[in-house]
Structure formats: C-alpha cells, structure tokens
C-alpha cells in the first residue's frame, strides 16, 4: 500500500512539472496541482505575476507626445451622440450631428467632380471600355483619358505596384500642369507620388530629424499633422507667430526671433514649414510677402517646406495663390539655389476626395545623393495607391476647352467654389456678431478660426474639469447643439488666448442651422458665466 501511495505522488508530481513547463502560468493549473505542488518541498515555487507585455509606459514616448486634436476628444464624443441619437431618437436637444472639425468635404454631401471619377471608373474596370454601351454613359474625353492613362500603366493594372516615385506617365501630366500654372519648367523626376499629402510631410521629417536638437520653424496656430508628426520623429517645434490682429500675417522679424531663440536654447533649426492658404487661419500670402520668407530661408540655409494643399480655395477677389516655386524661380533661384519642397493633395481644393488618398510633393534644390535617400523612403512603402496617382494627374490636368467634359466640369467647379465662398461670408458675419468674438476674413483654405474673449467664471469651470477653456466651451456647444468644431488649443496659439476651428463645408442648407444654433448657444453661455 505504501509503494502505491509513494508511487501515485511521484506521478502527481512529475504531472505537475510538466503541466508548469507546458502553460507557465499558474492560473492555467488545477487546484489539486497547486497544492500538491506547495505540500512537495521538491515542487519549483508558482511564478509571479508578469507585466503586461505592453502599456503606456513601455510604448515609444514620442507616439504619447504627439496629438492630433482634429479627431481627438471632441469627436469622440460627437461620434458616441451619435449613435445615442440612432438607439435614442429624442434624447438630445438636437436631431443630428454637424461635423464641422476637419476637411472632408464629401463626408458633409459634397459632389465628386463627374469627369474625376468617370475616368477613374474606366481605369479601374478598363474591359467596358470596348462595349458599345460606355459611349452612351460615359464622356469621349473621359474614354479617351482613360485609355491614356492605362497605356502609361505597365500591364494596365490599377491593381499592380507601380515605380516607387509613382507611374512616370501620371508624374508628366502633373509636371507639365505646374509648369502651366507656374509658368517655370517643371521635371516628372522631382514629383514623389504620395497617398495624399500627410505621407509626404513624414517623409521629409523622417529626413531632416536626426534628434531633438534638431528644430522645424512652423506657424502658431498650426496644423497638427506637423506638431504631431515633428513629434514623432523626435525634433523640436520652434515656433513662429502668425499676427492675429493683422489678418493672420507672416513677419519675417518673427521668424528672426525665433530663429535666434532656439539657436540660443542649442537648436539647430533645418526647415521653415509655411502653409498658404492657412490651415486654420484661412489667410492667403501676398507675393512681397513670399518673396520676403523665400528671401529668408536662402539666408539662413533653410529648407523651405511650403504646404500649397489648398491653392484652389482662393475666396477674395484681391488676393491670388502663388506657389512657392513659382515665386523663387522669379526671384532668380534657381534648382539649385533653395531646397524647396511643395505639398499637393487631392483632398482639399474643389475635389475633395480625401479617401482617394492622393498627392505629391515636388522635391527641388537637393543633392543627388539627397535625392537617393528621398527615393529609399519612397521605395520603403513600395508605392501610393493607383486611384490617387491617377487623381493627381486628374486635377493638374482637368478637361480643357472644346473637350466634351469643359462645360459640365466648370460648371461643378465654380459651383462648388462660389458656394463655399458663400458659406465661409455667411459663417464669418455670424461669427463677428457673438458677444466677446472676433473673426478674421477667411480668404481661403476650408476653415474660419474666431477668437473668444471667455468670462473669468468660464476659465474657473474649465480649470476644475480639467479642460482648457476652449475645448471646455467647444464640449458644452457639442452638448447643447450637436455642432462638432475643434478647440484651438489643438492647433497652439498665442498663450491667453482661446479660439476654435470651424470648417465652411457643411452644405448652405445647414448652414443657417449652424449659425441659429451656435448664436443661441453662445448667448446662452456667455449669459450663464458672465462676471
């Protein structure tokens, strides 16, 4: 009897060892296991708890430093009233959610250009372009494109990788519209083909960032992509501050200022990021003024990064976009006199095809050794998306006149422009008549950004729900109205002062809904915290 019993505790045990070597984790043994193996001496003790292989303080810090405030918080509150207003109908003081927090202009039943996607369909589906039914449905000019741009496509595969700069064909077209718009030659071998223009700007980050000791000069307020982006790639933002109270203006002193500030602080700055139209100022450049930052960046060996994604968002009839280049190579610098680097995409303008994902960035002023490198990263990501490629060749070389599409094209372009003009005055007077708000002209891009003058009381209930005072009034309008804009405290700004971001895209339909709302609101509480 006792050989049995001395023989089943030694199989116990030599189970338990192997169940312990096989799971490794205690809570996987049986409780019998568990406690032979703490009534045995010769038993391994049961191991310790182990740390989550992941968490916040074992992620990289760069990615909990950078944000992006455009689909931050805010929206995610927006997006779960949402679906509250779906399962609940009633349950709010409004009936629908007005995204009003970033450019995305069909997201808010904006039209795609006709022409635009007609030639994308036919790219994309090519064994309909020999029945005899496409010539019904679709434009000639559109087939005639379409088979165009297949023929530059190696097998005439939209499914295919193409060269890792983008199909050379399309990098032409592109090519040869800036050097209609710009009036300078343009070369298909300084476009880099990328998926829309956000990629492009990591890109050249990932370039020029060796370390934090390295600084980007960018416009306060700014764009978050560059913060968070600069962010990510371990630089340093060195700020520059655009003059409220002269329109949004760039001066060139401010750029001095800062420029010594961070060489004092052991900052070596590498580039000089201008976005014209402003994102989210609004605000278009006057040609002496580019001629001054370009002027500016030659002197002090800068790269010139000039963000130009909203060229075709030009509302006022006295100012007039310039491209960078077009304004360098005026000045008598040529290829090799400035490293300049222009931004376009497809999603912004009167396109608006932000989920296409298209754009490019021309790269001029670079060493061929540079250039390589360039090419490398490019080449890491094998290649854009085709349908975006082929977009941007689209919009840098729309129908012209006498093709069958000229009419119908311009017609929806201007449509579209007027109307937005129209949205951005309707939305701007609005603004001016709030108690305590100031609004500059939006001249072009897709945003307004008023400024607030909040009651000392307000500021006092933000600080003890731990918001800043502008995204704490931008959560109680989401709240009354249903209106989604974006504090501008996720863009930076002057400090003590509060703004918000407010797109012009909503349809004219909304609008007056918009303004009605957001002037009840504002009065409302402005009321509840006066001093």
């Not at 297949?150 to 499914?159: E, K, M, S, V």
């Not at 007077?429 to 000392?456: H, R, S, W």
């Amino acid at each position: 009897m006792r050989r049995f019993v001395i023989g089943r505790a030694k199989s116990l045990v030599t189970r338990s060892h192997l169940y312990h070597h096989r799971y490794q984790d205690q809570s996987l043994l049986c409780p019998f296991s568990s406690s032979l193996s703490r009534f045995l001496s010769s038993s391994p003790p049961p191991p310790s708890p182990m740390a989550p292989p992941v968490s916040l303080a074992t992620i990289n810090p760069k990615v909990l430093q950078c944000e992006y405030a455009v689909r931050g918080e805010i929206v995610t509150l927006a997006q779960n009233l949402q679906e509250d207003l779906k399962s609940n109908p009633g349950s709010h003081p409004f009936d629908e959610i007005i995204y009003c927090n970033i450019g995305n202009p069909q997201s808010l039943n904006q039209q795609p250009i006709t022409f635009f996607r007609e030639v994308l369909a036919l790219c994309d589906h090519p064994s309909i372009l020999d029945k005899s039914e496409t010539q019904g449905l679709f434009s000639a000019d559109a087939i005639e494109r379409a088979w165009q741009i297949l023929d530059q496509i190696p097998g005439r595969a939209t499914g295919a990788y193409s060269h890792s700069q983008g199909i050379k064909g399309l990098r032409d077209t592109i090519a040869a519209g800036i050097e209609a718009r710009d009036g300078f030659p343009a070369n298909a071998n300084d476009i880099f083909l990328t998926d829309g223009a956000s990629p492009a700007v990591h890109m050249m980050m990932q370039l020029l960032i060796r370390s934090e000791e390295d600084g980007i000069l960018c416009p306060i307020p700014q764009y978050p992509l560059y913060s968070a982006s600069i962010a990510l790639h371990g630089g340093t933002l060195v700020p520059y501050y655009l003059d409220e109270a002269a329109g949004w203006g760039l001066e060139t002193s401010e750029l001095k200022k800062q420029l010594e500030d961070a060489k004092s602080k052991g900052i070596t700055v590498r580039a000089l990021v201008v976005i014209n139209p402003g994102n989210p100022t609004g605000q278009v450049l006057a040609e002496d003024n580019q001629r001054e930052i370009v002027e500016f960046c030659k002197q002090e060996g800068l790269v010139l990064l000039a963000d130009e994604v909203y060229q075709e968002n030009v509302y006022v009839p006295e100012k007039k976009f310039h491209s960078f280049k077009k304004v360098s190579r005026s000045m008598g610098y040529g290829e090799d006199d400035l490293p300049l680097v222009s931004f376009q995409s497809v999603s912004k303008g009167y396109y608006g095809e932000c989920g296409k994902r298209g754009g490019y960035m021309e790269v001029t002023g670079f060493s061929p050794e540079v250039r390589e490198q360039i090419y490398k990263m490019a080449s890491v990501n094998l290649c854009s998306n085709i349908s975006g490629q082929i977009l941007a060749s689209l919009i840098m070389s729309p129908p012209k006149v006498g093709d069958e599409s000229f009419d119908s094209y311009s017609a929806e372009k201007d449509g579209i422009l007027s109307s937005l003009a129209r949205r951005a005055k309707t939305l701007e007077d609005a603004l001016k008549n709030l108690e305590g708000v100031t609004c500059n002209k939006a001249e072009g891009a897709m945003y307004l950004f008023p400024c607030i003058q909040l009651p000392e009381k307000a500021i006092k209930a933000a600080e003890a729900a731990k918001k800043a005072p502008d995204a704490f009034y931008c959560q109680r309008l989401l709240n009354a109205t249903g209106v989604v804009v974006v504090p501008g405290s996720g863009f930076r700004q002057v400090p003590g002062t509060w703004h918000f971001r407010c797109t012009i895209l909503p349809q004219e339909d909304k609008i007056p809904a918009i303004v009605s709302r957001l002037t009840e609101f504002h009065k409302s509480f402005m009321d509840e915290f006066r001093d």
